[in-house]
């Protein structure tokens, strides 16, 4: 499945619309002729981040978000609402199916950040299709997207994220009620900096990803820059992902479409 050499992007906009525009482009440009599997590093200033099937009013406090200035933004993935910061490192990578089950690249992408985490001596455990749990508590949650033969798979590592903020700007997803829109899956979570007992430098745990990423793919990643059908699309759905309509409209989810979620809920 997997080529030797693939692309790390450690790239991130100051806007989470950009960071999630570039998301999206990243799987749409696939099938140019510039490809290569990707891994992308990346963190945004304060936001909630809903799951394309979400009603942003069952999930979000809008009116604490907009006092403590955290955005509200809509991935095209599905599932569940997470809250990111400065204090949260994302992961993505991109790459072609190639006739592999997706429950297995679920599986072997979540071993990436497990072993990223043992190498800070925390033990953990997947609880599949999405999660990773640290004592029970939930540090990690992922997303995924399949197109045209590829997929997009990223996820959400607290490491020292503010989890009061998270608890504040989240409330409204603890109450579960009857709707035809995805509902987050609250439940216990936890950050990197808290189990140590410690601060955690975002460097490191970058560079622990990194060597994860070797061992598990079994690959060699090298620095690399966006392509011009990624920018050039990434520019192009930066209007989609920074308008009102794209954010606050909730979509029904309907029982055929073309891409495969999960959940990412905190």
């Known amino acids: 499945m997997f080529t030797s050499d693939w692309r790390l992007l450690d790239f991130s906009y100051d806007s989470v619309y950009s960071n999630l525009a570039l998301e999206e482009a990243l799987i749409e440009c696939c099938q140019s002729d510039a490809f290569k599997p990707t891994v992308r590093i990346w963190t ?22 907009r006092k403590n200035r955290i955005q509200i933004a809509r991935r095209f993935t599905g599932g569940g609402t997470v809250y990111h910061d400065e204090g949260n490192l994302n992961l993505t990578i991109v790459g072609e199916i190639c006739g592999v089950d997706l429950h297995e690249i679920r599986h072997r992408n979540l071993l990436i950040v497990q072993n990223a985490l043992s190498q800070f001596g925390v033990e ?41 903020s998270i608890a504040q700007a989240l409330s409204p997803s603890k109450n579960l009620g009857p709707t035809s829109h995805v509902r987050s899956q609250w439940q216990p979570i936890t950050n990197l900096a808290i ?45 989609k992902y920074y308008s009102a309509e794209w954010n606050k409209k909730g979509v029904t989810p309907s029982r055929k479409r073309n891409d495969a979620h999960t959940t990412i809920a905190v």
């Open 195 to 239: 189990t140590l007992g410690s601060p955690v430098e975002m460097r490191e745990v970058k560079k622990r990803i990194i060597i994860s990423v070797e061992k598990i793919l079994e690959v060699h990643i090298k620095e690399s820059t966006l392509t011009n059908c990624e920018e050039r699309t990434a520019k192009s759905l930066h209007q």
């Open 44 to 65: 945004n200033h304060a936001a909630a981040v809903v799951g394309r099937y979400q009603d942003v009013a069952l999930e979000v406090d809008a009116e604490y978000c």
């Open 124 to 164: 953990s455990s997947i609880n599949l299709p999405n999660s990773v749990l640290v004592q029970g508590k939930k540090i990690s949650g992922a997303s995924a997207a399949v197109r045209r033969g590829y997929f997009l798979w990223h996820a959400s590592l607290l490491v020292s994220t503010n989890l009061e």
